[in-house]
């Protein structure tokens, strides 16, 4: 009897130990709740992947650290597809998780606390100590803030596959017991963003509403809606009568995708407007993503955008001294009481609940201790206001200003990248009217004191601003007794021509940097009117009667300067005792040859002595000194010679002077990103010495030196050889003999910035005068760095001729009849041009680095009517003003370029001679590219005014602002598209013109009125 029973009890064990077997994955970690509130309240969840109950007595487990813990004793079934929960303390996690019904288990033997930053591991092990399932895990991935668990998305997906986890979505922030939050469901339709067209629409604006759905579930949604509502009592309740519409879906939606569904309503009040979106799906499992609430604030147009951020101070010295500056770009005085900014964190600081006025056109500074920013700044008196400060980040920050109601008025994030970062320099607005958040409408402070609080930023264009922009020297080396010539560099940055100036000299005896009236040497007189952007040389020469160093002060006088911190600049220079051995210049350097050649150095003997070049000396950055020859070597004044690091030379130059050459095996190694080249006289003082950058030229060509009288280490005296040989030596530089261009004697009249896949970017240029341009040394530059456009040694564009700078060779496909380009058009291929689709900087300069033409264009200057891929930006006439988004537009052609051609869109310029004229008139914006664009011209009785232009149908109805309240001088024009402010092409039609212009000096209004006609082709 003993033996059956005992046979029937090993039975009874073998079968239950077969239900109970495990395989790797059927027990997994589901859910890690491991940085909970409070700290002593962290659990983790366990899951049975199989269809049978598997019993937890003696299983265990640890984390990074060697410690096991018994998670129980008892004989605890987890069920079939079932759930328990390990925790740290169960009474604070029946707490925090009253509703929880399932298996919890606190271990016997205490807990190891999990890490809440860096790598934790995981591990459970059953009760024969083999591992059941483990983790190793970070905070990045998932679950580390906010009192939100770290959940598994798949039960069957590796564990320790990150993307398999993510941060428990739930309401209360984790799913003990329960599915997960983000374990996706069979049909599961979520309404996931909702959006509007702008978040301060203007009343009577119609705002286009954006529902996102999402389809979280495994199953594609064949048929569902959305419906829209406006919640007028803010309740946050859809009811019936709050539906603005219901809009169908189009298409089934598949798994993982979204699609947006849109509605509109025209906006009837003011004040804050709370819309919602609930996405209808008779199959959804989860409703509870359904709904969406939103709001915008509705404005009028005279309270929105009223005070733009236009000074941050972020990382001043000493910290404690951030500020930032509002101006009001209104023509009213705006009230501070209860604003209120932020940055990026969530603490709102209010700016004052004080009356307190900011006038039109005026500042205030928002400062963290206004007792400190007004030490700082003791001469710039206005509004300073202490605040509530969060301190604003060094490497970049978020700041938002809103109004009294709540309303966003500005706000901008920005980046250390974007300037102001060192030496307590601010971060200065360039335009108030130009986009807050475009970095290249901010700058860093270029003020001398770092920054202009409660004054007009210094990096903004005033209407008078003469700078003394820099001194040079007409020597390098000059010697006591030597007559110098002090060349003063005066630009114009102002906007307005200027004249009557001068410039006056000091020679600076005690070095003190102060133009003292006992060191004036001269004052001396413009020589004409300085048009804006342009500068001009002004020379006072000056007999040497000390040696040493010597310092002078230059200061351009104006007296309509209206910023005069620019207006002094101090150069200093070695004056040597006198020279007996003369002075001999470095004139060429090869350094970054050619095939076939090899580096040099040509030197010039700009003295009227023969020189002998025996125990000479040349060194590079190193200053180790080589011998250049132990022969005697004798150079003739205003002649050459040329020191060569190998025989090579003479390959690449057959009409070298080869007597003039002095082959040195021994050369110092020139680097081509940049390197010093001096030259030493036989008693080891430095005859001359260069210190050369990639970006002064020589790149595959010799840099060589464009006046032997100029200043050596000055980068605008160097240039790219431009001769057939890309190298002059023993000869005089070709580059003397290059043109000075002027300011937009070459335009750029057409950019490719996104073509379609296979064909290439390109810039078109156009030459508008009577003279033929040789391009050759040309640079092109955008935001990422600058290039050759040619690399020949004659590329002439002649009047009226076209020139297509492309990436490459695939120009030819895309636009064949450029393979044999007829007389108006040449064709060179630069290599990958980088133009950005949103908007670049394209400029072009000649040899010697004088801009020709620049262009700042924007992904808005296309024609919303058409694609913008695959299309040019094209200039209405190569006349008109470049950075004027209103003068370019998409090419209509339809291959979507004109390379080489008059533009699709070419508008030909009516002056008109009496007060408005239009051309063409009739015109029709239907994008064939016949007449899609008028330019309307107009004259007027005063010499500077502020202008409005608008549109007005037949009836009186207000269908396009042209210009509103633009300064203009007495005549101008304006390029009008069709279009009306909502980008809709206008009807056909009569309309009128209305033109108000406003002198602010007499208060003479002049109104004139016009028509123009709105046709289509018969």
Same mark, same amino acid.
């Given at each position: ?43 983790? $969840? ?41 925790? #740290?303390?169960?009474?604070? /996690? ?30 459970? /092990? ?34 320790? #596959? ?79 009568? @709050? ?17 947006? &569904? ?61 500020? /930032? @500056?509002? +101006? ?34 005026? /500042? ?27 301190? &604003? ?65 210094? !990096? ?5 601003? !003469? %700078? ?5 020297? *007409? ?33 600076? +005896? ?8 006992? $060191? ?37 006088? +104006? ?28 004139? $060429? ?14 030197? +010039? ?7 002998? !070049? ?8 190193? &200053? ?13 004044? #205003? ?114 910035? %996104? ?76 290599? *990958? ?56 537009? *998409? ?23 009496? @007060? ?89 209004? @002049? ?12």
């Amino acid at each position: 009897m003993k033996k059956k029973f005992l046979l029937g009890l090993g039975l009874l064990l073998f079968l239950r130990s077969l239900s109970y077997s495990q395989n790797p994955g059927d027990v997994v970690i589901n859910e890690i709740m491991y940085a909970p509130t409070p700290a002593a309240n962290e659990w983790f $969840e366990l899951y049975n992947n199989t269809a049978a109950p598997f019993n937890m007595a003696n299983w265990k487990w640890k984390d990074a650290t060697a410690t096991l813990r018994i998670i129980t004793t008892q004989n605890i079934n987890l069920p079939a597809n079932g759930f328990a929960v390990v925790c #740290q303390d169960s009474t604070a /996690f029946r707490t925090a998780f009253p509703g929880f019904t399932g298996i919890l288990l606190q271990p016997s033997n205490g807990w190891s606390s999990l890490n809440n930053t860096g790598t934790e591991n995981l591990v459970i /092990f059953k009760a024969d100590t083999t591992i059941a399932d483990s983790i190793q895990f970070t905070n990045s991935w998932g679950g580390g803030s906010g009192n939100r668990s770290l959940e598994r998305i798949s039960s069957t997906a590796p564990t320790n #596959q990150q993307s398999n986890w993510g941060t428990s979505t739930a309401a209360l922030g984790a799913t003990p017991g329960l599915r997960n939050s983000i374990s996706p469901l069979a049909n599961d339709l979520a309404l996931n963003i909702l959006s509007f067209s702008t978040n301060n629409p203007v009343i009577g604006t119609n705002l286009q509403i954006t529902a996102n759905v999402k389809n979280r579930g495994t199953n594609a949604a064949n048929s569902f809606n959305v419906s829209f509502y406006d919640d007028y009592n803010d309740d946050g309740n859809p009811a019936p009568n @709050e539906l603005i519409s219901t809009v169908n879906s189009s298409a089934p939606l598949s798994a993982g995708d979204s699609v947006n &569904l849109n509605t509109s309503k025209i906006m009837d009040s003011l004040g804050v407007r709370q819309f919602i979106a609930v996405v209808n799906f008779s199959g959804d499992e989860d409703t509870s993503n359904n709904k969406r609430t939103g709001t915008v604030t509705v404005v009028n147009t005279s309270s929105f955008d009223s005070l733009v951020i236009n000074e941050i101070m972020y990382s001043p010295t000493p910290s404690s001294n951030e500020w /930032f @500056e509002i +101006y009001n770009k209104t023509s009213n005085a705006v009230n501070l009481a209860n604003w209120k900014w932020k940055d990026a964190t969530a603490t709102v600081n209010t700016i004052t609940t004080q009356a307190i006025t900011i006038p039109a056109n005026g /500042f205030a500074v928002i400062c963290q201790d206004s007792a400190a920013v007004k030490s700082a700044y003791p001469n710039n008196t206005g509004i300073y206001i202490q605040t509530g400060w969060s301190s &604003l980040n060094n490497t970049g920050d978020n700041i938002v200003l809103f109004n009294s109601a709540g309303t966003v008025i500005d706000s901008i994030t920005f980046t250390s990248g974007w300037g102001g970062s060192t030496n307590n320099r601010s971060l200065e607005r360039i335009s108030y009217t130009a986009p807050t958040n475009q970095q290249s409408n901010w700058g860093t402070c270029i003020a001398v004191i770092g920054a202009t609080p409660n004054k007009i930023n210094s !990096l903004v264009p005033k209407p008078n601003d !003469l %700078a003394l922009n820099k001194i040079t020297f *007409s020597r390098t080396l000059p010697a006591l007794g030597d007559t110098l010539g002090i060349i003063a560099q005066v630009k114009n940055r102002g906007l307005n021509p200027a004249t009557l100036y001068t410039v006056s000299f000091y020679d600076d +005896y005690n070095k003190d940097s102060i133009a003292a009236p006992n $060191e004036l040497k001269a004052t001396i007189n413009s020589p004409g009117s300085l048009n804006t952007g342009d500068s001009v040389n002004i020379t006072y020469s000056q007999i040497l009667d000390s040696a040493g160093l010597r310092q002078f002060i230059a200061v351009v006088n +104006y007296s309509a300067d209206e910023d005069t911190s620019n207006n002094k600049y101090t150069a200093s220079i070695e004056v040597s005792g006198g020279s007996t051995a003369g002075r001999v210049i470095i004139n $060429e350097i090869m350094y970054d040859f050619p095939d076939g050649e090899c580096e040099w150095v040509e030197i +010039y003997n700009n003295t009227d002595s023969v020189v002998n !070049l025996k125990n000479w000396k040349i060194s590079d950055n190193s &200053l180790t000194q080589v011998n250049i020859t132990s022969n005697d070597f004798f150079v003739n004044p #205003q002649s050459y010679a040329v020191i060569s690091q190998s025989s090579a030379i003479f390959a690449n130059h057959p009409s070298i002077d080869s007597s003039k050459v002095i082959i040195m095996s021994s050369f110092p190694s020139l680097n081509n990103a940049g390197d010093a080249v001096i030259i030493y006289k036989i008693n080891g003082s430095v005859s001359d010495r260069v210190d050369y950058l990639p970006d002064w030229g020589g790149d595959n060509s010799s840099l060589e030196r464009i006046d032997i009288n100029g200043v050596s280490n000055d980068s605008s005296n160097w240039a790219s050889s431009i001769a057939c040989e890309r190298s002059t030596p023993t000869i005089i530089n070709s580059i003397t003999s290059a043109v000075h261009y002027q300011r937009n004697d070459l335009v750029i009249n057409e950019i490719m910035a %996104a073509p379609l896949t296979g064909q290439p970017e390109y810039i078109e240029l156009y030459n508008p005068t009577n003279q033929n341009i040789n391009i050759a040394g040309w640079l092109y530059t955008e935001t990422g760095g600058s290039k050759g456009l040619s690399d020949t040694c004659s590329a002439i564009i002649k009047p009226g001729m076209y020139a297509v700078i492309a990436a490459d060779t695939n120009i030819y496909n895309a636009f064949p009849y450029l393979r044999t380009p007829d007389s108006t058009q040449r064709v060179f291929i630069a290599g *990958s041009l980088g133009l950005n689709n949103e908007g670049d900087l394209v400029q072009i300069a000649d040899v010697f680095k004088t801009v020709v033409d620049s262009v700042f264009y924007s992904d808005n200057w296309y024609n919303p009517n058409l694609p913008g891929s695959g299309r040019s930006l094209e200039k209405l006439n190569p006349g008109f003003n470049g950075n004027d988004g209103r003068n370019w537009s *998409s090419c209509t052609f339809p291959n979507g370029g004109s390379p080489g051609l008059k533009n699709s869109i070419y508008t030909g310029s009516v002056i008109s001679t009496g @007060e408005i004229t239009v051309s063409p008139n009739p015109f029709s914006p239907d994008g064939d590219g016949y007449e899609d664009f008028t330019v309307i011209s107009y004259k007027l009785q005063n010499t500077v005014s502020q202008v409005r232009m608008k549109i007005f149908d037949v009836k009186g109805r207000l269908v396009k602002t042209i210009m509103n309240n633009q300064t203009s001088g007495s005549q101008g024009q304006v390029v009008f598209d069709g279009l009306d402010e909502e980008k809709r092409k206008l009807r056909l039609g009569i309309y009128i013109i209305f033109l108000e212009a406003l002198n602010d000096q007499n208060g003479v209004v @002049e109104t004139i009125k016009s028509t123009l006609v709105v046709g289509a082709k018969l």
